[in-house]
């Protein structure tokens, strides 16, 4: 993300991501979430603290690769989620959107500190490896960030990682194709759910991992109307 877009094409994506996300179903109730997306010159567009529906480009913070706000204002939580996200972007060069959702099914994985597995055809575009369980932390503790950015380089190449007892952080290259693969792992999670109840669900037999979906082909993330985020 950035190579070649303007600080407003990456806010607009962002905007777009979100309303996609909702329009899918893969926000919780509350809409509770974060998302971001690398910008030029070493920043990132990060949402702030507030509504997530109906979000506008123009009610989006800008950070620093260093954590550091330079334009809008976030309070002591979203602080914490800027340096996450910033210390995840300094370590992949190659994520260009992080989405953090509580989306139901996934969250049914997250409490029960249990991985995705790949059973589902659809994840081998962008996941072709189970989701791994990063074990929950208290927030405002020092254990919190390094204990998730540690899960993320452990499992190197992981486009999604549970966050035990919370949700879920996905990692794609732009919004549009995070959105995707966000929603194919609240798809895959409820299939998981049904399936244990007709005996589990069969391994998928995948072979050589498959390259990420790209964003020419036809994806989830068309949005309503057929604009795109």
């Given at each position: 993300m950035?190579?070649?877009?303007?600080?407003?094409?990456?806010?607009?994506a962002?905007?777009?991501?979100?309303?996609?996300?909702?329009?899918?179903?893969?926000?919780?109730?509350?809409?509770?979430?974060d998302?971001?997306?690398?910008a030029?010159?070493?920043?990132l567009?990060l949402?702030i603290p507030?509504?997530?529906?109906?979000?506008?480009?123009?009610e989006?913070?800008?950070?620093?690769?260093?954590?550091?706000?330079?334009?809008?204002?976030?309070?002591?939580?979203?602080?914490?989620?800027?340096?996450?996200?910033?210390?995840?972007?300094?370590?992949?060069?190659?994520?260009?959107?992080?989405?953090h959702?509580h989306s139901a099914?996934?969250?049914?994985f997250?409490?029960a500190?249990?991985?995705?597995?790949?059973?589902?055809?659809?994840?081998?575009?962008?996941?072709?490896?189970?989701v791994?369980?990063?074990?929950w932390r208290?927030r405002?503790?020092p254990?919190?960030?390094?204990?998730?950015?540690?899960?993320?380089?452990?499992?190197?190449?992981?486009?999604?990682v549970?966050?035990?007892?919370?949700?879920?952080?996905?990692?794609?290259?732009?919004?549009?194709?995070?959105?995707?693969?966000s929603?194919?792992?609240?798809?895959?999670?409820?299939?998981e759910?049904?399936?244990?109840?007709?005996g589990?669900?069969k391994?998928?037999?995948?072979?050589?991992?498959q390259?990420?979906?790209?964003?020419?082909?036809?994806?989830?993330?068309?949005r309503?109307?057929?604009?795109?985020p």
């Amino acid at each position: 993300m950035g190579n070649g877009l303007s600080y407003l094409d990456v806010r607009e994506a962002v905007a777009g991501a979100a309303a996609t996300l909702f329009a899918h179903g893969v926000m919780s109730r509350t809409g509770h979430g974060d998302l971001s997306a690398r910008a030029p010159e070493d920043h990132l567009i990060l949402t702030i603290p507030g509504r997530l529906r109906g979000l506008t480009p123009q009610e989006l913070a800008m950070v620093s690769l260093d954590g550091e706000v330079v334009e809008g204002e976030l309070d002591s939580l979203k602080m914490e989620i800027a340096e996450l996200h910033a210390r995840l972007y300094r370590l992949r060069p190659d994520i260009g959107c992080i989405i953090h959702t509580h989306s139901a099914y996934v969250l049914a994985f997250a409490l029960a500190n249990r991985p995705l597995p790949c059973n589902y055809e659809a994840m081998r575009f962008g996941q072709p490896a189970e989701v791994p369980v990063i074990p929950w932390r208290r927030r405002g503790t020092p254990e919190w960030i390094d204990t998730i950015v540690a899960g993320v380089q452990e499992h190197e190449g992981t486009n999604a990682v549970i966050l035990g007892n919370h949700g879920s952080l996905v990692f794609g290259s732009t919004p549009a194709q995070t959105v995707t693969l966000s929603t194919v792992l609240e798809e895959a999670a409820e299939g998981e759910i049904h399936a244990d109840r007709l005996g589990g669900a069969k391994p998928l037999q995948l072979g050589e991992p498959q390259p990420a979906i790209q964003e020419k082909q036809t994806d989830y993330s068309e949005r309503p109307g057929g604009a795109r985020p």
